[in-house]
């Protein structure tokens, strides 16, 4: 009985404890890193495929709009909605300063573009994004 109160036990149950505790930091950072690691690599996915619809759907803007026809505008106004959607649902798995942009962009400008100049600056402003969405992605690479 003498043995379990001894000063030696005693600085057991203290290493024992301190061990336990960092131990459970260590995991915690560990957690911590896994998770930032899980995001970097969503975003890197990720980016190829916005900007790939982002292209598509400029190029498709840019056909309509080169018309300068305003019987085209509900067309238009479905290319603007479309890319307004798929920025919307992929800007979740984007760093901050991609998702910080995308968020600008789709502040900026309404879901109805109503006159040629409104599309036309929509357009300016989406040749931008993707000069933007092309650098980041350039700056991601391995």
Request: net charge positive.
């Amino acid at each position: 009985m003498e043995f379990i109160n001894s000063p030696i036990e005693n600085h057991y149950q203290w290493l024992g404890l301190f061990l336990t505790t960092l131990g459970t930091l260590i995991s915690f950072f560990v957690l911590w890193q896994t998770y930032a690691l899980r995001k970097s690599f969503l975003s890197k996915i990720k980016l190829p495929e916005i900007l790939k619809i982002v292209d598509q759907n400029r190029e498709e803007f840019y056909a309509k709009l080169a018309l300068n026809n305003l019987s085209i505008r509900n067309e238009i106004n479905i290319i603007v909605e479309t890319v307004r959607a798929s920025l919307k649902q992929s800007a979740k798995n984007l760093s901050s300063d991609d998702k910080k942009e995308i968020k600008k962009f789709l502040k900026k400008y309404p879901q109805d573009l109503a006159n040629l100049d409104q599309m036309w600056n929509y357009y300016t402003a989406l040749v931008g994004l993707q000069t933007f969405l092309k650098q980041s992605l350039m700056d991601s690479r391995f």
